[in-house]
């Protein structure tokens, strides 16, 4: 056979110090940060049986030839008119994956445009897409018989019910950046941590899920920092090399599943450095290394660039905020310095994010602080005037009170009817006990 024509043989990974050497190779690439792209999830509904689960047989006659392969192995799947691809998630969910662009004066206009395609050609075939985050009326139902979710499943399964949610139910907006070159890649890794509760505070979008509002503003959020702590938690720390932590977290966390022929394994309490040790039969190559970087879901996932994926999926066009928010704030090292020194209080505020949104006061502050240099960078990063007036609107009506999308009403809420809020905890409370600094009201410090 012409090796050529099946592409380079993985190498077999005989040590862990080779295992961690590839990663730290592969999932940051360096170069100048010159680059964005997007990849915006939608739950879908029936418009005439919106509780009923999503009929694969309609999703692909509405995607016709953009249907991924998964879907339909003939398909084409073509890209949508501006270059984004199309995915579909377990629970019947969508994705758009728009292509890496410079700035937001190309990324924005292209992906809309990509997405409103793709919501005309579902409501063409009787799909509307979920304005919030988490589905509220359907309880978890994957759809998709691929071997990789139904690992996926059984292996959520053994340790909560949160899993089969956070594949079935959610939705996020993930916003790609490029990882940067020399010490630049250390301050983006870390800013980007430093500002995730609050940007998930501030764009808190699913207060209802299942037919009952949980109690918290992210049950989206909740959700995934539940389903498996070592697969979906921030890092402990974020100082040092962030190349080499990550490839020592992936190393040596827990394996997910074991690709082969038929049914997958799905090992129990192997980790990754297990296996090349000896743990199963077979050495683990780079081919199945790069598999289990692929089910690892932190909030910030390195993957060559960037992807951060802590941010609720926003109703309408409102995508662009959070997206041009982030690319903003890393366009430039003086507002990275000072985004760093304004989220410091709220970095590992994560939980109560997710729970109070902005009314946690912290948070809050930190807000008050970020949104204002990611208006004033916006221009420099491309974007256009409507976005800064979007985003001006959003820091007084929202920011400013302490406000983020789930404390405004949709009727898709309506399921939750006659269910006051808080009520019914979200399965996570179980997982989180929240101390009196979590509370919303509590200033920092005091903690009395």
């Given at each position: 056979m012409d090796r050529a024509a099946v592409g380079p043989v993985p190498?077999?990974?005989?040590?862990?110090?080779?295992a961690e050497a590839y990663v730290a190779s592969v999932c940051f690439k360096h170069g100048p940060p010159r680059l964005?792209?997007?990849?915006?999830?939608?739950?879908?509904?029936?418009?005439?049986?919106?509780?009923?689960?999503?009929?694969?047989?309609?999703?692909?006659?509405?995607?016709?030839?953009?249907?991924?392969?998964?879907?339909?192995?003939?398909?084409?799947?073509?890209?949508?008119?501006?270059?984004?691809?199309?995915?579909v998630e377990p629970g019947g969910q969508v994705e758009l994956a728009s292509p890496p662009m410079p700035g937001l004066?190309?990324?924005?206009?292209?992906?809309?445009?990509?997405?409103?395609?793709?919501?005309?050609?579902?409501?063409?075939?009787?799909?509307?897409?979920?304005?919030?985050a988490a589905d509220p009326i359907r309880p978890p139902l994957r759809v998709l018989e691929l071997p990789r979710y139904r690992a996926m499943e059984q292996s959520f399964d053994r340790i909560g019910p949160y899993g089969r949610t956070g594949m079935c139910s959610t939705a996020a907006v993930q916003?790609?950046?490029?990882?940067?070159?020399?010490?630049?890649?250390?301050a983006r890794w870390n800013v980007l941590h430093a500002l995730g509760p609050v940007l998930v505070g501030a764009f808190a979008n699913s207060p209802v899920l299942h037919g009952r509002r949980t109690g918290w503003k992210s049950s989206r959020m909740a959700t995934w920092l539940s389903l498996d702590p070592a697969r979906t938690a921030p890092p402990a720390s974020v100082n040092g090399d962030p190349a080499a932590a990550w490839a020592a977290r992936v190393v040596q966390s827990p394996l997910l599943c074991v690709r082969r022929e038929g049914a997958w394994a799905v090992p129990e309490r192997i980790t990754f450095a297990d296996w090349v040790r000896g743990a199963l039969p077979t050495a683990p190559t780079t081919a199945d290394l790069d598999y289990h970087v692929s089910t690892l879901f932190p909030p910030v996932r390195p993957r060559g660039h960037l992807e951060v994926r802590y941010i609720d999926g926003q109703p309408g066009r409102e995508w662009v905020l959070p997206t041009a928010v982030l690319v903003a704030l890393l366009s430039d090292p003086v507002v990275i310095d000072r985004v760093l020194e304004a989220c410091e209080p709220a970095r590992d505020r994560w939980i109560s994010a997710a729970r109070h949104g902005l009314a946690d006061r912290v948070l809050a502050r930190a807000a008050a602080t970020v949104f204002p240099l990611a208006c004033a960078a916006l221009p420099a990063a491309g974007a256009s005037p409507e976005i800064v007036a979007a985003l001006e609107d959003v820091i007084e009506r929202r920011v400013l009170r302490g406000r983020c999308p789930a404390d405004d009403p949709l009727p898709a809420d309506d399921p939750a009817a006659g269910t006051a809020p808080g009520d019914i905890p979200v399965r996570a409370d179980a997982a989180f006990s929240l101390d009196p600094t979590d509370r919303p009201g509590i200033p920092e410090g005091d903690r009395s």
């Open positions: 190498d077999v990974l005989h040590t862990c110090a080779e964005a792209g997007v990849e915006l999830e939608w739950v879908l509904h029936r418009f005439d049986a919106p509780a009923a689960p999503v009929d694969l047989s309609v999703l692909i006659a509405a995607l016709g030839p953009h249907t991924p392969t998964a879907l339909d192995p003939s398909s084409p799947a073509l890209p949508l008119p501006s270059g984004s691809t199309v995915t004066g190309a990324l924005v206009p292209a992906a809309q445009r990509d997405a409103d395609e793709l919501h005309r050609l579902l409501a063409a075939h009787g799909l509307r897409p979920q304005p919030r916003v790609c950046l490029d990882a940067g070159e020399g010490p630049a890649i250390a």
